[in-house]
């Protein structure tokens, strides 16, 4: 590797760690959805909410992303663990309505916020909603000093307590006792995202709310949540992430320009070959006139009668008439020490006459 190519692979990583390290700083785009990502920075995120949980309270929230009904360990140790749920709608099928139900029969506890349940559910429950204040009209931070929520309307006020209420009237959350366990419903769930417990006007129904949450080992069901993060391998995670997507496609863009770039000059040139050449010819000429220009023209009548005769043995067969003339054609250059020229000239065109005829 030469030093101009090892300054260019230095130059493409630096490139390539800066734009790692910018993507990794630049802050995320402010959004309103209401995602409940317990590790989003967002405001309607519950991340100050979890690290209230675990730094202030000292509590263990494990993360689980699975139906009730699939959550088969929390049945076996109800009184240990609590349940939580933060969504904006929760919608359960039949088994995980029967194994939420069975857990706080028996003893468990849960903390469900929502703003809307399915109607199975808040038949389950005896509870009964209805809107306040729509999401749609929360467009901005001006407009956020009344967060969306629904108003508790009905409930077993024999068996339940109320938690928290928004501007004195409309009930938001309530403790309801169901067999040996207690459920803790809240239907303002953005009162427990980081907006509002940073907010000055809200903090009082949202820390009132937060207080209800049940001590001990919490398992946050992210099932629910309505923005999940799905990742099924390595590298859909890996892509997940913004500031690996760049570093990925920017290896990838090099890997490729450095193919395009340095592939073709690192080929070897292979040279045309011409096919050899028939030499034969120029050989046989070359030797005769060696011949001629001596002047021994017997030496060379010597050597083309017996070319003439391995051809003849090989290649032709010879009349039997000609044969003599042949001979003797031969036997009267054959023992002198001198052939002239006009003699080998006139045996040459003989030769040839019958080379190319077989008559002489």
Excluded at 90 to 105: G, I, T, V
Excluded at 158 to 186: H, K
Excluded at 310 to 325: F, M, Q, V, W
Aim: some cysteine; overall charge neutral.
């Amino acid at each position: 590797m030469t030093r101009r190519e090892r300054l260019i692979l230095v130059f493409v990583a630096c490139v390539t760690g800066l734009v790692v390290l910018l993507q990794v700083t630049r802050p995320e785009p402010l959004t309103w959805q209401q995602r409940f990502n317990r590790m989003g920075r967002q405001p309607f995120d519950v991340s100050v909410l979890q690290s209230y949980l675990q730094d202030v309270r000292g509590q263990v929230v494990n993360s689980v992303d699975s139906s009730f009904y699939e959550l088969r360990s929390m049945q076996h140790q109800p009184t240990s663990s609590s349940w939580l749920a933060i969504t904006n709608w929760l919608e359960m099928d039949s088994l995980s309505r029967s194994a939420l139900r069975s857990f706080l029969n028996s003893g468990g506890t849960a903390f469900i916020a929502a703003t809307e349940l399915d109607e199975d559910l808040a038949d389950e429950f005896g509870l009964e909603m209805e809107d306040v204040v729509s999401i749609s009209d929360l467009v901005s931070i001006e407009t956020a000093n009344q967060l969306p929520y629904a108003r508790i309307i009905a409930y077993d006020t024999a068996n339940s307590s109320v938690v928290a209420t928004v501007d004195n009237t409309s009930v938001v959350c309530i403790r309801q006792r169901l067999g040996q366990g207690t459920l803790v419903f809240c239907s303002a769930p953005l009162y427990l995202t980081n907006y509002a417990l940073l907010h000055a006007q809200l903090r009082i129904p949202s820390w009132a709310i937060v207080n209800a949450i049940p001590r001990g080992r919490i398992a946050f069901d992210e099932q629910y949540i309505p923005y999940p993060v799905k990742r099924d391998g390595p590298l859909r995670t890996l892509l997940a992430d913004q500031a690996f997507r760049w570093a990925y496609w920017l290896c990838g863009i090099a890997a490729v320009l450095g193919v395009v770039v340095y592939g073709r000059r690192r080929q070897r040139a292979i040279p045309v070959i011409k096919p050899l050449h028939n030499a034969s010819k120029e050989f046989a000429l070359t030797v005769s006139s060696l011949y001629y220009n001596r002047h021994n023209n017997a030496d060379l009548v010597h050597k083309l009668e017996r070319l003439f005769t391995d051809h003849c043995k090989s290649h032709r067969g010879i009349n039997p008439e000609l044969k003599h003339a042949i001979s003797s054609m031969f036997e009267s250059v054959r023992e002198r020490r001198t052939v002239s020229d006009t003699e080998l000239v006139a045996l040459h065109q003989q030769l040839t006459t019958l080379f190319a005829t077989g008559k002489s």
